[in-house]
């Protein structure tokens, strides 16, 4: 998880017996010191030989522990680092990368992190159908451009979720050995096309991350000469361009997740309206109406949303849509007016 997160101390492999001695020491110190909340070590293959460092869940709702401090004291470490919420430190020549987690997410973020990157594997079968699979289970993303609107939660229920992307969850509940075995499950789904995979084809952040991950570029050069069952007709292989919602694998999602129907039809109506909002009244409107740039522009801005914030949600989209943009044009005529006015006698 944190990967070479310890620069200034040296740190090294475990052979496997070792490592797991090192785990149970670990998780055994932690549930001592952290009673009542969960605790857990992300899985790794079975027949992994060696490990470079170790990946712990610790339950984190309401915890008020300086975890740099806990860590320093707790385990003599030679150095630790903290990036966002892991906590990386290095005990007997080893890094350790404590992630903290909600108690919510535990059992999705447990799943999503184990077996080396088949979360990650997986994940792009899910961006193809137009979903997103992380830590936090399945989600669906809502954007405008570049912009996002909204995360819905589509479930937390692993079981449902790995079914829905078409893998057989029985098979991995049953875990793997080996990492060839994770390879084989990744392409078991019946949306599989190793195209969604190459490098070429992912966008530059996700290209860029990924060609530093070990078992993703293992996958990469696994497909090129197994036997793959299928190869999905996807209508472009490219990750660019976003999620998009395709109506067979909504209607899909609302069989396999029944409640997210209700929280889908109100988020699209909701973002519909926005949208429409957004077309009659925006920065770029307002900056053709005042002749306003940068600062100026972005004071004025924050100036209409005090009033936008005052009328409400619900009476500002109405007033916006009933107005157009002429009408909101005439809306914000005094306002620019007072504004500039304050702003001459400021001047002054």
Same mark, same amino acid.
Request: charged share 30%; hydrophobic share 35%; net charge neutral.
């Given at each position: 998880?944190?990967?070479n ?16 001695a090192l @785990?149970?020491?670990v998780?055994?110190i932690?549930?001592?010191d ?9 899985q ?42 892991v ?23 447990a799943?999503?992190?184990a077996?080396?990157?088949l ?15 992380g ?8 954007r ?16 449902r ?10 098979r991995?509940a ?10 084989v499950?990744?392409?078991?789904t ?27 570029n293992q996958?990469?050069t696994?497909i ?17 361009g ?6 067979q ?6 069989e ?9 039809e ?16 925006n920065?770029?409107?307002?900056? @053709?109406?005042t ?16 009033v ?5 949600k619900?009476?500002w ?9 002429e009408?909101m044009?005439?809306?914000v005529?005094?306002y620019?007016e ?5 702003r ?5």
């Amino acid at each position: 998880m944190g990967g070479n997160a310890l620069k200034n101390v040296e740190t090294r492999r475990y052979q496997r017996d070792e490592y797991l001695a090192l @785990e149970k020491e670990v998780l055994d110190i932690l549930r001592e010191d952290f009673p009542g909340r969960r605790v857990a070590a992300i899985q790794a293959y079975r027949e992994k030989e060696s490990f470079g460092d170790m990946d712990v869940l610790l339950e984190s709702d309401n915890l008020n522990t300086d975890l740099m401090k806990y860590v320093k004291e707790r385990f003599n470490t030679k150095q630790a680092v903290r990036n966002s919420h892991v906590v990386s430190f290095e005990y007997k020549d080893f890094q350790i990368d404590l992630i903290c987690t909600t108690l919510k997410n535990f059992n999705t973020s447990a799943s999503y992190f184990a077996w080396n990157d088949l979360g990650n594997l997986m994940g792009r079968v899910a961006h193809k159908l137009g979903f997103k699979y992380g830590h936090e289970g399945l989600s669906m993303t809502f954007r405008d451009g570049d912009y996002m609107y909204a995360e819905v939660e589509v479930s937390r229920n692993i079981r449902r979720i790995v079914e829905f992307l078409g893998y057989n969850y029985d098979r991995f509940a049953d875990g793997f050995d080996t990492v060839e075995e994770i390879f084989v499950f990744t392409a078991s789904t019946p949306f599989f096309n190793k195209e969604i995979y190459s490098l070429e084809n992912r966008n530059h952040t996700s290209r860029t991350r990924d060609r530093k991950r070990k078992t993703y570029n293992q996958f990469l050069t696994w497909i090129e000469t197994a036997e793959l069952p299928h190869a999905y007709p996807w209508a472009t292989m490219r990750e660019q361009g976003g999620r998009e919602f395709k109506k067979q694998f909504l209607e899909r999602a609302f069989e396999f997740f029944p409640d997210f129907k209700a929280k889908y039809e109100k988020v699209q109506a909701d973002f519909e309206t926005w949208k429409l909002v957004k077309q009659n009244f925006n920065g770029d409107l307002v900056r @053709e109406w005042t002749g306003l740039q940068d600062r100026e522009l972005g004071d004025f801005m924050k100036h209409l949303r005090t009033v936008k914030d005052a009328l409400g949600k619900e009476a500002w989209d109405s007033m916006v849509l009933c107005a157009g943009q002429e009408g909101m044009k005439k809306w914000v005529k005094p306002y620019f007016e007072a504004f500039m006015k304050e702003r001459n006698n400021e001047a002054v």
